[in-house]
């Protein structure tokens, strides 16, 4: 097993696995897998997934206690989902080892994300952070599940995988560093990526302010506000209209679905009929149980209502 003889500093935005992988590659060690389980104490895939629970013991155990909620912020995606948890929830967080602890941070829906398992990357952000660092690295803007296109370079589309054989990057413990070139055909994997649209900005735009503006795990300001702002946008956009409830609510249900196909919104997420879509994007399940859909189905249906002129009361800046 590896021993540590050195701690690399985390550069600007940069995800904690990406630091760890960064000095996995400077130190001589049989395994990569070994010099992983050495940190996290687990042996298994180093991908995003459930980031801001497999980060904890790590963090728990090389970092200072004043640090730590800072990291799990700032460099893992718990800045973007502590606002779907409630208190108690988010205290959980900080406290690490305990399997009846890591039960709590449960977040529904996190496998059904497109990408939530693999790592991605803008090619322009590899070759300035090579340029500027010495070495590319994961950021954390890129890894989060509503996330399309870089945020520094907003034409460029993030590279999820390999369009020619399909290769993905699910597990930093065989390729720690990223790379536009494919691995595994040598394809340059930035050719032919979808192009973002509209309502792909708007989304990702949403994503990239919550993740900004995290408030504290221990203490937050606003318990449980992104979970009521789509009962109180949907409640705008009926009192908005001079027509009975019911003929209101199956109008808004209608045009919110005509958006999500008009938008390709499905593209969000891995499934495989219109129907799992629904069961998924359900405003009347995004309303009545807040805590049990996915939160990429909040910030989808806040997108819509944005889009259709309600107030967004979270005071979160959406592009229209």
């Known amino acids: 097993m590896a021993t540590m003889h050195f701690f690399l500093p985390l550069l600007p935005d940069e995800h904690?696995?990406?630091?760890?992988?960064?000095?996995?590659?400077?130190?001589p060690t049989k395994s990569m897998a070994d010099f992983f389980r050495s940190w996290f104490s687990v042996n298994q895939s180093v991908n995003p997934l459930k980031d801001y629970q497999a980060v904890c013991n790590g963090l728990i155990t090389h970092s200072k206690?004043?640090?730590c909620e800072d990291l799990l912020c700032r460099h893992t995606s718990a800045g973007f989902y502590s606002h779907f948890l409630d208190v108690e929830r988010r205290r959980e967080l900080l406290k690490?080892?305990?399997?009846?602890?890591?039960?709590?941070?449960?977040?529904?829906?996190?496998?059904?994300?497109?990408?939530?398992?693999?790592?991605?990357?803008?090619?322009?952000?590899?070759?300035?952070?090579?340029?500027n660092f010495g070495t590319p690295y994961w950021h954390?803007?890129?890894?989060?599940?509503?996330?399309?296109?870089?945020?520094?370079?907003v034409f460029?589309?993030?590279?999820?995988?390999?369009?020619?054989?399909?290769w993905e990057n699910?597990?930093?413990?065989?390729?720690?560093?990223?790379?536009?070139?494919?691995?595994?055909?040598?394809?340059d994997m930035q050719e032919s990526s979808p192009t973002a649209i509209e309502a792909n900005v708007a989304i990702q735009s949403m994503g990239?302010?919550?993740?900004?503006?995290?408030c504290s795990l221990q203490c937050p300001m606003n318990e449980r506000q992104m979970l009521r702002s789509v009962e109180h946008a949907f409640g705008d956009a009926i009192r908005s209209r001079n027509q009975e409830y019911w003929e209101t609510k199956t109008q808004v249900e209608h045009e919110f679905w005509d958006w999500v196909l008009e938008n390709q919104i499905g593209n969000y997420f891995n499934i495989n009929t219109e129907a799992e879509l629904h069961e998924?994007?359900?405003?009347?399940?995004?309303?009545?149980?807040?805590?049990?859909?996915?939160?990429?189905?909040?910030?989808?249906?806040?997108?819509?209502?944005?889009?259709i002129g309600q107030p967004n009361h979270d005071g979160l800046s959406l592009v229209s």
């Not at 760890?20 to 400077?26: E, G, H, N, P, Y």
């Not at 009846?100 to 693999?118: E, H, M, S, W, Y």
């Not at 597990?171 to 560093?177: A, E, F, M």
């Open 208 to 214: 990239q302010e919550l993740y900004l503006n995290s």
């Open 65 to 67: 206690a004043t640090m």
């Open 280 to 307: 998924l994007l359900r405003l009347e399940s995004v309303i009545n149980n807040p805590t049990k859909v996915t939160p990429m189905a909040h910030i989808i249906c806040l997108a819509f209502f944005n889009q």
């Open 96 to 131: 690490g080892k305990a399997k009846c602890d890591r039960k709590k941070l449960f977040i529904p829906g996190l496998t059904k994300v497109q990408n939530a398992n693999c790592w991605r990357a803008c090619p322009q952000c590899i070759e300035e952070d090579i340029e």
């Open 140 to 153: 954390v803007s890129h890894q989060l599940p509503t996330a399309k296109v870089c945020t520094k370079h």
């Open 156 to 166: 460029q589309t993030l590279i999820a995988g390999c369009n020619c054989c399909g």
């Open 16 to 27: 904690y696995f990406s630091r760890i992988a960064r000095m996995a590659v400077l130190t």
């Open 170 to 187: 699910i597990d930093l413990r065989k390729n720690p560093l990223p790379e536009a070139i494919c691995p595994k055909c040598n394809h």
